[in-house]
């Protein structure tokens, strides 16, 4: 055979093979909207879950699989889930009010927002990345710009007062964002707190099903944690689950949303 033949042959398979699993997660989402719709929550959980795995968070498969867990009584994952869409989409009605539905409930309060919340969260971290490294990016180009000609001032000064106030904007945002990363929502129902890494004491008290808390360090198969009014203790890990597991991907899935 050929070499021109074999890349072709090559090829082809290389089209198949990506035309055949596009397909394929394209009827495991619709196999997943079926199954919500005829109210088998749990297996189109299972089948969100399954999109995920394949090709990384999204925005709308997070929520899809948010509304499953809350319509099946899952009320802990629902906000873990619904917590992880709204940190790719912060800016999205819908995602914000089913969090503020399953909360309540789960009999839990809003998350209490400072004055700068709102402003930080207008774009989510892969948005701001783009932005402050294109702010640096045109920061760079007009320095070097600058070398070779002297016309213009106002406006170049002006263009590089403005890619500097983006650049430190985003920085400032990112790293409000990037602050509530080591989070996780706690998943179990009562989850026991202990003094220390072991169960053999009587628990300091319980966290709620859908709490969120800060981890704060692991050992073995306990996190120490941290509420939001300071109170610190070690739980299971099984029982809590972190907002950005580590190794996971951000890749958009352009797919419906179902309303809960």
């Known amino acids: 055979m050929k070499i021109p033949t074999i890349i072709m042959t090559l090829l082809a398979l290389f089209v198949a093979s990506s035309l055949a699993g596009a397909e394929d997660r394209q009827t495991t989402f619709e196999q997943a909207n079926t199954a919500f719709a005829s109210k088998n929550y749990a297996t189109a959980a299972n089948d969100y879950q399954a999109v995920i795995l394949r090709q990384g968070f999204s925005a709308p498969v997070l929520f899809n699989l948010a509304n499953a867990r809350y319509q099946d009584g899952k009320l802990g994952v629902a906000i873990l889930n619904y917590e992880r869409a709204q940190l790719l989409a912060p800016d999205d009605a819908d995602i914000a009010f089913n969090l503020h539905l399953?909360?309540?409930?789960?009999?839990?309060?809003?998350?209490?927002?400072?004055?700068?919340?709102?402003?930080?969260?207008?774009?989510?971290?892969?948005?701001?990345?783009w932005l402050g490294a294109a702010a640096?990016?045109?920061?760079?180009?007009?320095?070097?710009?600058?070398?070779?000609?002297?016309?213009?001032?106002?406006?170049w000064r002006a263009a590089m007062t403005a890619s500097v106030c983006v650049l430190l904007a985003t920085i400032l945002a990112a790293g409000i964002q990037w602050s509530e990363l080591p989070q996780a929502v706690v998943t179990g129902k009562n989850t026991p707190v202990y003094i220390s890494p072991v169960t053999?004491?009587?628990?300091?008290?319980?966290?709620?099903?859908?709490?969120?808390?800060?981890?704060?360090?692991?050992?073995?198969?306990?996190?120490?944690?941290?509420?939001?009014?300071?109170?610190?203790?070690?739980?299971?890990?099984?029982?809590?689950?972190?907002?950005?597991?580590?190794?996971?991907?951000?890749?958009?899935?352009?797919?419906?949303?179902?309303?809960?």
């Open 102 to 129: 399953a909360r309540a409930k789960a009999g839990l309060a809003d998350r209490p927002a400072a004055w700068f919340d709102q402003p930080a969260r207008f774009f989510s971290l892969n948005t701001l990345s």
């Open 136 to 155: 640096a990016l045109f920061i760079g180009v007009g320095l070097v710009a600058r070398q070779f000609t002297r016309r213009n001032q106002f406006a």
């Open 200 to 260: 053999v004491a009587q628990p300091l008290y319980t966290l709620a099903e859908g709490q969120t808390v800060a981890l704060r360090k692991a050992h073995g198969e306990f996190m120490l944690v941290e509420t939001s009014d300071g109170h610190r203790g070690w739980v299971k890990s099984a029982d809590v689950s972190r907002l950005v597991p580590a190794g996971q991907g951000t890749d958009g899935i352009h797919v419906a949303s179902v309303a809960a």
